[in-house]
């Protein structure tokens, strides 16, 4: 357990955010699954991937620690985990006893975080933490895989939507997709919003940003070219 650090800010300065406490946990956690990983990942844009090489490379708090830290909070503080990083894992597997000392922390609180963990062990890994509070979203690379991860039903799903789409749309079963209000509206955040804390059927899409954009629209479309 004592493998993981992560750190707690308590108070944002991200425009999208607003000002919640977020976290961010060391690279090692992202699965090996991760199309995203090393290839157009957010977390890869400065200035967050200076705050994530930072925990990666030692800094933050154990786990153990950074779970105390999330213990502290108010009640009913809504929270982000993991602007950068993912659950606690060994890039394979969610490590289910340092899962569940977060859930534990986070009792009373309203977190939610992604996760791009894959496999019948992680979803039920993911299942147990959506009953015990934790929102954990399933993160799709299109809305085609969200229809997929949306029929598991271990917990609501997000999915990526090309970099310039602004309006609502529909999977192609037909399940509506909000875009992120925060991404669209300039008086919505995270703080004001909550909408990826709700336990819901509508898929929560977020255009493709950051300045590697164009790799993560290759999932969308794999007949584009960098």
């Known amino acids: 357990m004592n493998q993981y650090r992560a750190a707690l800010t308590l108070r944002s300065a991200n425009a999208k955010t607003g000002p919640i406490p977020i976290s961010i946990t060391s690279k090692a956690t992202c699965p090996a699954s991760c199309a995203f990983k090393d290839n157009g990942c957010y977390a890869d844009n400065q200035p967050l991937s200076f705050h994530w090489k930072k925990v990666t490379e030692g800094g933050g708090k154990m786990w153990p620690e950074f779970c105390s830290d999330v213990a502290s909070l108010p009640g009913g503080q ?4 993991n602007v950068a990083g993912d659950l606690p894992g060994d890039q394979q597997a969610i490590d289910r006893e340092a899962l569940e000392l977060l859930l534990e922390a986070n009792f009373g609180r309203r977190g939610f975080t992604y996760t791009h963990y894959r496999g019948p062990d992680n979803v039920d890994a993911i299942a147990f933490a959506n009953v015990c509070g934790l929102t954990t979203n399933l993160s799709a690379n299109s809305p085609e895989e969200a229809d997929v991860l949306a029929d598991i039903g271990a917990g609501p799903v997000v999915c990526v939507l090309p970099h310039d789409q602004k309006v609502n749309s529909k999977t192609p079963a037909g399940r509506t997709i909000v875009v992120c209000p925060a991404t669209v509206r300039d008086d919505v955040t995270c ?6 804390y709700r336990q819901r059927d509508t898929i929560v899409g977020f255009p493709a940003h950051g300045s590697r954009f ?13």
């Open 78 to 81: 809504l929270w982000r985990h």
């Open 191 to 196: 703080a004001t919003c909550g909408l990826c």
């Open 214 to 226: 164009k790799r993560i629209e290759l999932h969308l479309n794999p007949t584009a070219s960098l």
